[in-house]
Protein backbone atom coordinates (compact mmCIF):
# COMPACT_ATOMS: atom_id res chain seq x y z
CA UNK A 1 0.00 0.00 0.00
CA UNK A 2 1.47 3.09 -0.68
CA UNK A 3 1.13 6.55 1.44
CA UNK A 4 -1.58 6.68 3.46
CA UNK A 5 -2.98 10.45 4.02
CA UNK A 6 -3.86 9.57 7.67
CA UNK A 7 -1.08 7.62 9.99
CA UNK A 8 -1.20 6.45 13.65
CA UNK A 9 1.72 4.50 14.40
CA UNK A 10 4.60 5.11 16.10
CA UNK A 11 7.68 6.65 13.93
CA UNK A 12 10.49 3.84 12.80
CA UNK A 13 14.69 4.18 13.85
CA UNK A 14 16.30 6.98 12.20
CA UNK A 15 17.87 5.97 9.07
CA UNK A 16 20.72 4.15 9.62
CA UNK A 17 24.17 5.96 7.73
CA UNK A 18 26.13 2.60 6.19
CA UNK A 19 29.49 3.58 4.85
CA UNK A 20 30.17 5.11 0.93
CA UNK A 21 30.60 3.01 -1.99
CA UNK A 22 31.33 5.78 -4.42
CA UNK A 23 35.30 5.21 -4.78
CA UNK A 24 37.33 6.53 -7.74
CA UNK A 25 41.07 4.92 -8.20
CA UNK A 26 43.69 5.99 -10.19
CA UNK A 27 44.31 9.80 -7.97
CA UNK A 28 46.27 12.06 -9.61
CA UNK A 29 48.41 14.66 -7.04
CA UNK A 30 48.40 17.49 -8.61
CA UNK A 31 48.76 19.99 -5.74
CA UNK A 32 52.57 21.63 -4.79
CA UNK A 33 52.37 23.42 -1.26
CA UNK A 34 53.81 26.58 -1.80
CA UNK A 35 57.14 27.27 0.42
CA UNK A 36 56.68 27.44 3.67
CA UNK A 37 53.73 25.24 4.31
CA UNK A 38 54.76 21.21 5.03
CA UNK A 39 52.79 18.81 3.18
CA UNK A 40 51.87 15.62 4.83
CA UNK A 41 53.74 12.43 4.80
CA UNK A 42 51.04 10.83 3.37
CA UNK A 43 47.48 11.24 2.06
CA UNK A 44 44.53 8.68 2.31
CA UNK A 45 42.57 8.11 -0.94
CA UNK A 46 39.85 10.54 -2.34
CA UNK A 47 36.02 9.03 -1.42
CA UNK A 48 33.34 10.23 -2.38
CA UNK A 49 30.52 10.89 -0.20
CA UNK A 50 27.47 11.39 -2.42
CA UNK A 51 24.60 12.92 -0.48
CA UNK A 52 22.06 12.76 -3.64
CA UNK A 53 20.17 9.95 -3.26
CA UNK A 54 20.98 9.36 0.68
CA UNK A 55 23.53 7.42 -0.62
CA UNK A 56 25.62 5.64 2.31
CA UNK A 57 27.88 7.97 3.60
CA UNK A 58 30.62 7.45 6.37
CA UNK A 59 29.77 8.76 10.23
CA UNK A 60 30.45 8.06 13.61
CA UNK A 61 28.12 5.99 15.30
CA UNK A 62 26.81 6.78 18.63
CA UNK A 63 28.62 4.58 20.52
CA UNK A 64 26.13 4.30 23.68
CA UNK A 65 26.90 7.87 25.15
CA UNK A 66 24.27 9.57 26.85
CA UNK A 67 23.61 13.10 26.06
CA UNK A 68 21.95 14.20 28.86
CA UNK A 69 19.59 13.05 32.24
CA UNK A 70 16.61 12.40 32.40
CA UNK A 71 14.83 15.27 31.38
CA UNK A 72 13.72 17.41 34.63
CA UNK A 73 10.34 19.46 34.40
CA UNK A 74 10.39 22.76 33.69
CA UNK A 75 14.10 23.04 31.96
CA UNK A 76 13.10 23.51 28.30
CA UNK A 77 12.49 27.03 27.82
CA UNK A 78 16.58 27.50 29.60
CA UNK A 79 18.76 25.45 27.69
CA UNK A 80 16.58 27.01 24.11
CA UNK A 81 17.27 30.25 25.73
CA UNK A 82 21.11 29.85 25.82
CA UNK A 83 21.51 28.12 22.78
CA UNK A 84 19.76 30.90 20.66
CA UNK A 85 22.04 33.66 22.46
CA UNK A 86 25.13 31.72 21.70
CA UNK A 87 23.73 31.12 18.02
CA UNK A 88 23.49 35.09 18.12
CA UNK A 89 26.39 36.42 19.99
CA UNK A 90 28.37 38.44 17.33
CA UNK A 91 31.53 37.85 19.31
CA UNK A 92 33.50 34.86 18.45
CA UNK A 93 35.64 35.58 21.43
CA UNK A 94 32.83 35.59 24.03
CA UNK A 95 32.18 32.27 23.46
CA UNK A 96 29.73 29.56 25.63
CA UNK A 97 31.03 30.21 28.71
CA UNK A 98 31.17 33.94 28.12
CA UNK A 99 27.27 33.73 27.07
CA UNK A 100 26.60 31.23 30.56
CA UNK A 101 28.59 33.53 32.70
CA UNK A 102 26.12 36.19 31.69
CA UNK A 103 23.31 34.27 32.21
CA UNK A 104 24.07 33.77 35.73
CA UNK A 105 25.01 37.10 36.21
CA UNK A 106 21.27 38.05 35.30
CA UNK A 107 20.76 35.96 38.09
CA UNK A 108 19.65 32.99 36.43
CA UNK A 109 20.36 29.75 36.89
CA UNK A 110 21.29 25.98 35.04
CA UNK A 111 20.94 22.22 35.93
CA UNK A 112 23.55 19.70 34.05
CA UNK A 113 20.47 18.53 32.10
CA UNK A 114 20.12 21.90 30.50
CA UNK A 115 23.77 22.53 30.27
CA UNK A 116 24.14 18.20 28.18
CA UNK A 117 20.99 19.68 26.22
CA UNK A 118 22.71 22.33 24.72
CA UNK A 119 25.61 20.28 24.27
CA UNK A 120 23.36 17.85 22.19
CA UNK A 121 22.05 20.75 20.02
CA UNK A 122 25.40 22.23 19.67
CA UNK A 123 26.84 18.76 18.45
CA UNK A 124 23.66 18.04 16.40
CA UNK A 125 24.39 21.31 14.13
CA UNK A 126 28.42 20.82 14.06
CA UNK A 127 29.08 23.81 16.44
CA UNK A 128 31.45 21.41 18.23
CA UNK A 129 34.07 23.69 19.68
CA UNK A 130 31.03 25.94 21.30
CA UNK A 131 29.80 22.34 22.45
CA UNK A 132 33.57 21.73 24.12
CA UNK A 133 33.39 25.21 25.72
CA UNK A 134 30.25 23.93 27.74
CA UNK A 135 31.73 21.44 29.11
CA UNK A 136 34.61 23.05 29.51
CA UNK A 137 33.06 25.47 31.64
CA UNK A 138 31.03 22.55 33.65
CA UNK A 139 34.66 21.14 34.41
CA UNK A 140 35.52 24.38 36.10
CA UNK A 141 32.42 24.12 38.46
CA UNK A 142 33.15 20.47 39.90
CA UNK A 143 31.31 21.33 43.10
CA UNK A 144 28.25 21.75 41.18
CA UNK A 145 28.58 19.65 37.89
CA UNK A 146 29.70 16.11 38.22
CA UNK A 147 30.66 14.27 34.87
CA UNK A 148 30.12 10.81 34.43
CA UNK A 149 31.76 8.31 31.79
CA UNK A 150 29.47 9.42 29.02
CA UNK A 151 30.34 13.29 29.73
CA UNK A 152 34.07 11.86 29.20
CA UNK A 153 32.83 10.26 25.62
CA UNK A 154 31.45 13.22 24.15
CA UNK A 155 33.67 15.42 24.98
CA UNK A 156 36.90 12.62 23.40
CA UNK A 157 34.67 13.00 20.69
CA UNK A 158 34.34 16.64 20.61
CA UNK A 159 38.20 16.89 21.02
CA UNK A 160 38.68 14.20 18.34
CA UNK A 161 36.90 16.91 15.88
CA UNK A 162 38.35 20.06 17.15
CA UNK A 163 42.45 18.98 17.61
CA UNK A 164 42.28 15.87 15.89
CA UNK A 165 43.43 12.39 16.79
CA UNK A 166 46.36 13.40 19.06
CA UNK A 167 43.97 15.73 21.36
CA UNK A 168 41.75 12.60 21.52
CA UNK A 169 44.38 10.60 22.62
CA UNK A 170 46.15 13.03 25.06
CA UNK A 171 42.54 13.42 26.35
CA UNK A 172 41.67 9.63 26.64
CA UNK A 173 45.73 8.73 28.50
CA UNK A 174 44.61 11.74 31.22
CA UNK A 175 41.30 10.45 31.97
CA UNK A 176 40.75 9.21 35.40
CA UNK A 177 40.25 5.41 35.29
CA UNK A 178 36.66 5.79 37.11
CA UNK A 179 35.70 8.01 33.88
CA UNK A 180 36.86 5.53 31.51
CA UNK A 181 34.46 2.74 30.42
CA UNK A 182 33.25 1.24 26.77
CA UNK A 183 31.83 4.31 25.84
CA UNK A 184 34.75 6.54 26.26
CA UNK A 185 36.93 3.44 24.69
CA UNK A 186 34.04 3.57 22.05
CA UNK A 187 34.27 7.46 20.99
CA UNK A 188 38.29 7.02 20.75
CA UNK A 189 37.41 3.85 18.36
CA UNK A 190 35.37 6.37 16.11
CA UNK A 191 37.75 8.93 16.18
CA UNK A 192 40.37 6.23 14.61
CA UNK A 193 38.35 5.50 12.29
CA UNK A 194 36.54 8.66 11.09
CA UNK A 195 40.39 9.71 9.88
CA UNK A 196 41.49 6.07 8.53
CA UNK A 197 44.08 5.38 11.26
CA UNK A 198 43.31 1.43 10.75
CA UNK A 199 46.31 -0.13 12.64
CA UNK A 200 45.40 2.28 15.51
CA UNK A 201 42.02 1.07 15.67
CA UNK A 202 42.42 -2.52 14.95
CA UNK A 203 44.82 -2.23 18.16
CA UNK A 204 42.20 -0.48 20.28
CA UNK A 205 39.84 -2.61 19.28
CA UNK A 206 41.84 -5.95 20.63
CA UNK A 207 42.16 -4.03 23.81
CA UNK A 208 38.24 -3.60 23.83
CA UNK A 209 37.85 -7.04 23.46
CA UNK A 210 40.20 -8.19 26.27
CA UNK A 211 38.19 -6.05 28.50
CA UNK A 212 34.95 -7.23 27.54
CA UNK A 213 33.78 -3.99 25.49
CA UNK A 214 33.43 -5.49 22.24
CA UNK A 215 31.08 -8.26 22.94
CA UNK A 216 28.07 -6.68 21.22
CA UNK A 217 27.74 -5.15 17.34
CA UNK A 218 28.60 -1.69 18.10
CA UNK A 219 32.75 -1.61 17.77
CA UNK A 220 32.46 -4.41 14.94
CA UNK A 221 29.89 -1.47 13.15
CA UNK A 222 32.36 0.86 13.31
CA UNK A 223 35.17 -1.53 12.23
CA UNK A 224 33.62 -2.08 9.21
CA UNK A 225 32.82 1.28 8.63
CA UNK A 226 36.34 1.37 8.66
CA UNK A 227 36.94 -1.47 5.97
CA UNK A 228 34.07 -0.01 3.41
CA UNK A 229 36.25 3.25 3.41
CA UNK A 230 39.14 1.21 2.82
CA UNK A 231 37.82 -0.50 0.22
CA UNK A 232 38.40 -3.82 2.07
CA UNK A 233 35.78 -5.54 1.79
CA UNK A 234 37.40 -8.53 2.76
CA UNK A 235 37.97 -7.66 6.01
CA UNK A 236 34.25 -6.38 6.12
CA UNK A 237 33.40 -10.12 5.98
CA UNK A 238 35.60 -11.23 8.53
CA UNK A 239 33.97 -8.97 10.94
CA UNK A 240 30.50 -10.22 9.89
CA UNK A 241 32.32 -13.76 10.38
CA UNK A 242 33.56 -13.27 13.51
CA UNK A 243 30.73 -11.80 14.95
CA UNK A 244 28.77 -15.13 13.94
CA UNK A 245 30.77 -16.93 15.54
CA UNK A 246 30.97 -15.57 18.72
CA UNK A 247 27.20 -15.39 18.68
CA UNK A 248 27.48 -11.68 18.62
CA UNK A 249 23.62 -10.44 17.34
CA UNK A 250 23.97 -8.73 13.87
CA UNK A 251 22.13 -5.58 13.97
CA UNK A 252 20.01 -3.16 11.39
CA UNK A 253 23.75 -1.35 11.20
CA UNK A 254 25.70 -4.17 10.19
CA UNK A 255 23.23 -6.05 7.73
CA UNK A 256 23.00 -2.30 6.16
CA UNK A 257 26.91 -1.57 5.92
CA UNK A 258 27.01 -5.67 4.68
CA UNK A 259 24.65 -5.22 1.97
CA UNK A 260 26.63 -2.01 1.13
CA UNK A 261 29.75 -3.72 0.92
CA UNK A 262 28.48 -6.42 -1.56
CA UNK A 263 26.91 -3.83 -3.62
CA UNK A 264 29.83 -1.84 -4.18
CA UNK A 265 31.12 -5.13 -5.43
CA UNK A 266 29.25 -4.64 -8.00
CA UNK A 267 27.28 -7.99 -7.40
CA UNK A 268 23.31 -7.59 -7.21
CA UNK A 269 23.59 -11.78 -6.71
CA UNK A 270 25.93 -11.34 -3.37
CA UNK A 271 23.59 -8.16 -2.14
CA UNK A 272 20.59 -10.18 -2.31
CA UNK A 273 21.76 -13.13 -0.63
CA UNK A 274 22.67 -10.99 2.75
CA UNK A 275 19.21 -9.61 2.32
CA UNK A 276 17.91 -13.17 2.54
CA UNK A 277 20.15 -13.58 5.46
CA UNK A 278 18.53 -10.95 6.57
CA UNK A 279 15.17 -11.48 6.60
CA UNK A 280 15.60 -15.22 7.84
CA UNK A 281 17.30 -13.30 11.30
CA UNK A 282 14.23 -13.38 13.96
CA UNK A 283 16.79 -10.75 16.14
CA UNK A 284 15.99 -7.71 12.83
CA UNK A 285 12.87 -6.71 10.80
CA UNK A 286 13.78 -4.89 7.88
CA UNK A 287 12.26 -1.78 8.09
CA UNK A 288 12.30 1.46 5.70
CA UNK A 289 15.63 2.56 6.31
CA UNK A 290 16.87 -1.45 4.85
CA UNK A 291 14.71 -0.74 1.76
CA UNK A 292 16.76 2.90 1.52
CA UNK A 293 19.84 1.32 1.69
CA UNK A 294 18.74 -1.36 -0.84
CA UNK A 295 17.37 1.20 -3.47
CA UNK A 296 20.92 3.59 -3.08
CA UNK A 297 22.73 0.14 -3.72
CA UNK A 298 20.14 -0.52 -7.01
CA UNK A 299 20.66 2.92 -8.21
CA UNK A 300 24.40 2.72 -7.99
CA UNK A 301 24.64 -0.75 -9.73
CA UNK A 302 21.80 0.77 -12.48
CA UNK A 303 19.19 -1.76 -11.22
CA UNK A 304 16.67 1.15 -11.35
CA UNK A 305 13.59 -1.46 -11.29
CA UNK A 306 14.77 -3.05 -8.39
CA UNK A 307 15.66 0.09 -6.76
CA UNK A 308 11.79 1.66 -7.97
CA UNK A 309 10.82 -1.37 -6.06
CA UNK A 310 12.41 -1.09 -2.52
CA UNK A 311 10.75 2.74 -2.97
CA UNK A 312 7.72 1.17 -2.69
CA UNK A 313 8.26 -1.40 -0.06
CA UNK A 314 9.43 2.17 1.57
CA UNK A 315 6.24 3.87 1.08
CA UNK A 316 4.35 1.13 2.65
CA UNK A 317 6.91 1.02 6.43
CA UNK A 318 6.00 4.24 6.55
CA UNK A 319 4.43 4.78 9.91
CA UNK A 320 3.24 7.52 12.45
CA UNK A 321 3.72 11.27 11.33
CA UNK A 322 7.52 10.88 11.01
CA UNK A 323 8.95 13.01 8.08
CA UNK A 324 12.01 11.74 7.01
CA UNK A 325 11.03 8.57 4.98
CA UNK A 326 9.37 11.44 2.40
CA UNK A 327 12.82 13.17 2.69
CA UNK A 328 14.73 10.15 1.31
CA UNK A 329 12.03 9.38 -1.27
CA UNK A 330 11.97 12.48 -2.39
CA UNK A 331 15.69 12.38 -2.73
CA UNK A 332 15.83 8.56 -4.47
CA UNK A 333 13.51 9.51 -6.78
CA UNK A 334 14.98 12.88 -7.72
CA UNK A 335 18.26 10.43 -8.22
CA UNK A 336 16.46 8.33 -10.69
CA UNK A 337 14.77 11.53 -12.92
CA UNK A 338 10.93 10.05 -11.58
CA UNK A 339 9.82 13.72 -11.92
CA UNK A 340 6.24 12.16 -11.97
CA UNK A 341 7.23 10.39 -8.42
CA UNK A 342 8.67 12.61 -6.87
CA UNK A 343 5.44 15.53 -7.15
CA UNK A 344 3.45 12.20 -5.96
CA UNK A 345 5.46 12.10 -2.80
CA UNK A 346 5.54 15.78 -2.64
CA UNK A 347 1.63 15.87 -2.82
CA UNK A 348 1.40 13.12 -0.04
CA UNK A 349 3.77 14.58 2.31
CA UNK A 350 1.53 18.31 1.68
CA UNK A 351 -1.47 15.68 2.32
CA UNK A 352 -0.18 14.42 5.41
CA UNK A 353 1.63 17.67 7.48
CA UNK A 354 -0.34 20.54 7.22
CA UNK A 355 2.66 22.42 7.73
CA UNK A 356 6.03 21.83 5.87
CA UNK A 357 9.39 23.12 7.42
CA UNK A 358 12.30 24.70 5.62
CA UNK A 359 13.69 20.69 5.36
CA UNK A 360 10.87 19.22 3.48
CA UNK A 361 11.28 22.13 0.86
CA UNK A 362 15.17 21.30 0.83
CA UNK A 363 14.42 17.65 0.30
CA UNK A 364 12.23 18.68 -2.68
CA UNK A 365 13.63 21.85 -4.33
CA UNK A 366 17.17 19.34 -4.24
CA UNK A 367 15.26 16.58 -6.10
CA UNK A 368 14.24 18.79 -9.09
CA UNK A 369 17.43 20.72 -9.40
CA UNK A 370 19.12 17.13 -9.32
CA UNK A 371 16.76 16.26 -12.56
CA UNK A 372 17.76 19.73 -14.02
CA UNK A 373 14.03 20.51 -13.50
CA UNK A 374 14.94 24.00 -12.92
CA UNK A 375 11.58 25.61 -13.62
CA UNK A 376 9.85 23.53 -10.83
CA UNK A 377 12.44 23.90 -8.11
CA UNK A 378 12.35 28.13 -8.89
CA UNK A 379 8.61 27.86 -8.40
CA UNK A 380 8.99 25.86 -5.16
CA UNK A 381 11.71 28.37 -4.15
CA UNK A 382 9.15 31.27 -4.59
CA UNK A 383 6.33 29.21 -2.61
CA UNK A 384 8.89 28.51 0.30
CA UNK A 385 9.85 32.35 0.08
CA UNK A 386 6.13 33.07 0.90
CA UNK A 387 5.69 30.77 3.98
CA UNK A 388 9.31 30.32 5.46
CA UNK A 389 9.28 31.83 9.26
CA UNK A 390 13.30 32.01 8.80
CA UNK A 391 15.46 31.88 5.99
CA UNK A 392 17.96 29.00 5.29
CA UNK A 393 20.33 30.04 3.19
CA UNK A 394 21.30 25.95 1.81
CA UNK A 395 18.00 26.17 0.39
CA UNK A 396 18.89 28.89 -2.22
CA UNK A 397 22.51 28.02 -2.28
CA UNK A 398 20.74 24.72 -4.59
CA UNK A 399 19.31 26.55 -6.63
CA UNK A 400 22.47 29.14 -6.77
CA UNK A 401 24.59 25.91 -7.15
CA UNK A 402 22.70 24.90 -10.15
CA UNK A 403 23.01 28.10 -11.90
CA UNK A 404 26.86 28.46 -11.14
CA UNK A 405 27.67 24.93 -12.24
CA UNK A 406 25.25 25.21 -15.48
CA UNK A 407 27.93 28.33 -16.41
CA UNK A 408 24.82 30.84 -15.93
CA UNK A 409 26.62 33.46 -14.27
CA UNK A 410 24.34 36.49 -14.62
CA UNK A 411 21.56 34.48 -13.31
CA UNK A 412 24.10 33.16 -10.38
CA UNK A 413 24.75 36.93 -9.94
CA UNK A 414 21.27 38.01 -9.61
CA UNK A 415 19.94 35.45 -7.44
CA UNK A 416 22.80 35.95 -5.39
CA UNK A 417 21.62 39.19 -4.75
CA UNK A 418 18.29 38.24 -3.97
CA UNK A 419 19.54 35.91 -1.45
CA UNK A 420 21.35 38.57 -0.14
CA UNK A 421 18.16 40.78 -0.08
CA UNK A 422 15.77 38.32 1.09
CA UNK A 423 17.33 36.12 3.77
CA UNK A 424 21.07 36.27 4.12
CA UNK A 425 24.05 34.23 2.13
CA UNK A 426 26.13 31.91 4.38
CA UNK A 427 29.82 31.04 4.06
CA UNK A 428 28.65 28.29 1.60
CA UNK A 429 26.74 30.53 -0.42
CA UNK A 430 30.20 32.67 -1.17
CA UNK A 431 32.02 29.69 -1.86
CA UNK A 432 29.87 28.62 -4.32
CA UNK A 433 29.82 31.83 -6.40
CA UNK A 434 34.08 31.32 -5.80
CA UNK A 435 33.23 28.24 -7.22
CA UNK A 436 31.89 30.07 -10.13
CA UNK A 437 35.26 32.29 -10.73
CA UNK A 438 37.31 29.33 -10.53
CA UNK A 439 35.73 28.07 -13.43
CA UNK A 440 36.07 31.06 -15.31
CA UNK A 441 39.73 30.82 -14.49
CA UNK A 442 39.86 34.26 -12.09
CA UNK A 443 41.85 33.78 -9.00
CA UNK A 444 41.41 36.88 -7.79
CA UNK A 445 38.11 36.46 -7.83
CA UNK A 446 37.73 32.78 -6.61
CA UNK A 447 39.94 34.34 -3.31
CA UNK A 448 37.72 37.16 -2.77
CA UNK A 449 34.40 35.01 -2.48
CA UNK A 450 36.82 32.24 -0.29
CA UNK A 451 37.77 35.44 2.15
CA UNK A 452 34.04 36.81 2.43
CA UNK A 453 33.22 32.64 3.14
CA UNK A 454 35.77 32.99 5.86
CA UNK A 455 34.86 36.72 7.28
CA UNK A 456 31.10 35.46 7.77
CA UNK A 457 29.51 35.53 10.90
CA UNK A 458 28.77 32.02 10.66
CA UNK A 459 32.17 30.78 9.59
CA UNK A 460 33.18 29.29 12.64
CA UNK A 461 30.98 26.35 11.20
CA UNK A 462 32.46 26.13 7.74
CA UNK A 463 34.91 24.52 5.73
CA UNK A 464 35.36 24.72 2.14
CA UNK A 465 35.00 21.98 0.04
CA UNK A 466 38.15 19.90 -0.43
CA UNK A 467 37.06 19.62 -4.29
CA UNK A 468 36.52 23.34 -4.47
CA UNK A 469 40.12 23.74 -2.93
CA UNK A 470 41.81 21.07 -5.22
CA UNK A 471 40.48 22.67 -8.15
CA UNK A 472 41.59 26.06 -7.11
CA UNK A 473 45.21 24.67 -6.33
CA UNK A 474 45.36 23.34 -10.07
CA UNK A 475 44.28 26.29 -11.73
CA UNK A 476 47.04 28.26 -10.02
CA UNK A 477 49.39 25.93 -10.70
CA UNK A 478 48.38 26.22 -14.68
CA UNK A 479 48.95 29.76 -14.09
CA UNK A 480 51.86 29.44 -12.06
CA UNK A 481 50.25 31.14 -9.32
CA UNK A 482 52.40 31.32 -6.32
CA UNK A 483 50.76 34.26 -4.66
CA UNK A 484 47.26 32.97 -4.79
CA UNK A 485 48.59 29.52 -3.13
CA UNK A 486 49.72 31.22 -0.52
CA UNK A 487 46.47 33.44 0.07
CA UNK A 488 44.34 30.39 0.02
CA UNK A 489 46.62 28.50 2.20
CA UNK A 490 46.11 31.24 4.74
CA UNK A 491 42.60 30.23 4.60
CA UNK A 492 42.62 27.22 4.95
CA UNK A 493 44.76 27.81 8.36
CA UNK A 494 42.12 30.72 9.37
CA UNK A 495 39.45 28.03 8.56
CA UNK A 496 41.31 25.48 10.92
CA UNK A 497 41.43 22.88 7.96
CA UNK A 498 45.69 22.16 8.04
CA UNK A 499 45.64 19.59 10.89
CA UNK A 500 42.61 17.79 9.86
CA UNK A 501 43.99 14.86 8.41
CA UNK A 502 40.84 14.17 6.81
CA UNK A 503 40.00 16.87 5.26
CA UNK A 504 43.67 17.10 3.61
CA UNK A 505 43.17 13.40 2.38
CA UNK A 506 40.46 14.89 0.11
CA UNK A 507 43.01 17.22 -1.84
CA UNK A 508 43.99 14.32 -3.68
CA UNK A 509 41.25 13.56 -6.46
CA UNK A 510 40.71 11.53 -9.18
CA UNK A 511 39.90 12.63 -12.84
CA UNK A 512 36.34 11.34 -12.84
CA UNK A 513 35.34 12.28 -9.71
CA UNK A 514 35.68 16.32 -10.38
CA UNK A 515 32.54 17.26 -12.08
CA UNK A 516 30.26 15.49 -10.47
CA UNK A 517 31.50 15.59 -6.59
CA UNK A 518 30.00 19.07 -6.98
CA UNK A 519 26.71 18.77 -9.20
CA UNK A 520 26.12 16.42 -5.85
CA UNK A 521 27.75 18.06 -2.88
CA UNK A 522 25.26 19.65 -0.87
CA UNK A 523 25.60 21.59 2.48
CA UNK A 524 25.00 18.58 5.27
CA UNK A 525 23.01 16.94 2.59
CA UNK A 526 22.34 13.90 4.84
CA UNK A 527 21.94 15.82 8.16
CA UNK A 528 19.15 18.03 6.78
CA UNK A 529 17.74 14.93 5.00
CA UNK A 530 17.80 13.05 8.53
CA UNK A 531 16.51 16.19 10.37
CA UNK A 532 13.01 15.80 12.10
CA UNK A 533 13.39 19.54 13.95
CA UNK A 534 13.53 23.03 12.93
Known sequence: MLLHSTISQSPPHPHPQPISSSFHTNPIKFITFPSGYQKRSHLYPFIITNCSSSSPVSQAYNYGTVDYEKKKPGTTVTWKTIYKRISMMGSREKGSSGVLNQWENEGNSVTKWELCRLVKELRKYGRFKLALEVYDWMNKKPERFILAPSDAAIQLDLISKIDGVSGAEDYFNNLQDDLIDKRVYGALLNAYVHTRKKEKAESLLVEMKEKGY???????????????????????????SEMMQKNIELDLYTYSIWITSRGAQGSVEKMEEVFEKMKLDVSVKPNWTTYSTLSTVYIKLGELEKAVDCLKMIESKITGRYRIPYHYLLSHYGSIGRKEEVQRIWDAYKTVFEYIPNMGYHAVISAFVRMDEIEEAENLYDEWLSVKTTYDAR????????????????????????????????????????????????????LACFEKALSHEESRFWKPKPINVSLFFKLCEQERNEKGKEAMFEILKEAGVLEDELFMSKLTISKESTAKENEDDDDDGDTFLNDDNE
Not at 223 to 237: A, I, P
Not at 401 to 415: L, P, Q, T
Request: one cysteine or more.
Open 395 to 446: IGNRLLGWYVRKGDSEKAESFFNEMLDTGKANSSSWEIIGEGHIRQKSISDA
Open 214 to 240: ANHALPYNVMMTLYMNLKDHENVEACV
